[in-house]
């Protein structure tokens, strides 16, 4: 459908629209129930009678959503590459649900339902959730009149949580690709034009020696290789995949990976054969690890 699999960006905007696919068929439901039991009409008038109270409502609610989530399929860049599975996904599962809502549900009321009257007294679990259905609708009724009757008091709540809302969003800081510690740290070296590859292995294993000894308590073990590297493929090239030991003996802040890295780079900048870089990968692959931008206006 699109060209989309079934991935996560799809099933998180599936998980999402569950409750928006099956709000608009209870809406039907339960207005023709109430049309039957408010005046007596038969399921079939009944339905007839509810859906030309609520078609309108119904197509309006789908397209205040839509009007919502179809921009983001929209957007440029990475944001939009990110976000339009998830847009579309969303949108196709809320015109769907309409759809329904429009067209089968109707029938099925008219078929399926049955007046207030024919109804037997149930028992059992049944009748038992709807006693306690019953009392919480009343609780709630009860609750929404003394929220109404001291309505200065709960604004006043709800200025307070808009407060301490805004006052949290300037505080947190934020991202767009945070940091994230997968465990994995990886380190390339890069030699001069012309190096052979023994100086090569021997700076992969100062590398090694670097990460097995004075990160011991953080690195499970080291894997190296030569001849290829983020800066090509060459003998003067190599590569190093650095495996962290589990989270759970990584507990220390000191032991993540951006901790391990940002030592390593201080260790390395004294190696002079090569240059060494340390790295995390991203969090997303093709994104790179850049979570921000500062930029600087000089006049």
């Known amino acids: 459908f699109f060209g989309y699999s079934i991935n996560t960006l799809t099933m998180f905007a599936m998980v ?4 928006l696919l099956v709000d608009d068929a209870i809406v039907v439901v339960e207005n023709v129930e109430r049309v039957m ?10 339905t007839r009678k509810s859906m030309n109270e609520i078609t309108g409502a119904l197509i ?39 759809l329904v809502a429009l067209v089968l549900t109707p029938a099925l009321c008219a078929t399926i339902l049955r007046p207030a009257k024919d109804h037997a007294t149930q028992r059992g679990p049944f009748g038992w959730f709807n006693r306690m259905f019953d009392r919480g609708t009343i609780a709630y009724r009860d609750g929404s009149h003394g929220i109404i009757n001291r309505s200065w008091r709960f604004l006043a709540v709800f200025l307070a949580i808009v407060i301490a809302m805004g006052w949290m ?23 001069p034009v012309g190096a ?9 294993a100062e590398v090694t020696n670097h990460y097995l000894n004075e990160e011991k308590d953080a690195v499970e073990g080291v894997f ?13 090239v190599g590569i190093a995949f650095v495996r962290m030991k589990d989270f759970d003996q990584r507990k ?24 060494v870089f340390a790295l995390a990968p991203p969090a997303i692959q093709g994104f790179g690890n850049t979570n921000g931008f500062d930029f600087y206006l000089q006049d």
Request: hydrophobic fraction near 45%; avoid cysteine.
């Open 196 to 204: 052979t590859q023994d100086r090569t292995e021997r700076v992969l």
């Open 252 to 275: 220390n802040s000191a032991l993540s990976v951006s901790a391990v890295a940002g030592r390593a780079m201080g260790a390395f900048s004294k190696i002079r054969d090569a240059q």
């Open 169 to 191: 969003f300037a505080r947190l800081p934020s991202s767009f690709l945070p940091d994230e510690d997968q465990g994995i740290l990886i380190t390339s070296a890069s030699l």
């Open 224 to 236: 190296t290789a030569s001849g290829f590297g983020f800066g090509g493929a060459g003998q003067n």
């Open 16 to 19: 999402l629209a569950i409750g």
């Open 37 to 46: 039991q408010e005046e007596g009409l038969p399921p079939k008038e009944a």
């Open 60 to 98: 309006g609610i789908a397209t205040v959503l839509s009007a919502v989530f179809v921009p983001m399929a929209f957007f440029g860049g990475s944001t939009g590459i990110i976000y339009r599975q998830f847009s579309v996904t969303i949108v196709s599962a809320m015109v769907l649900s309409v």
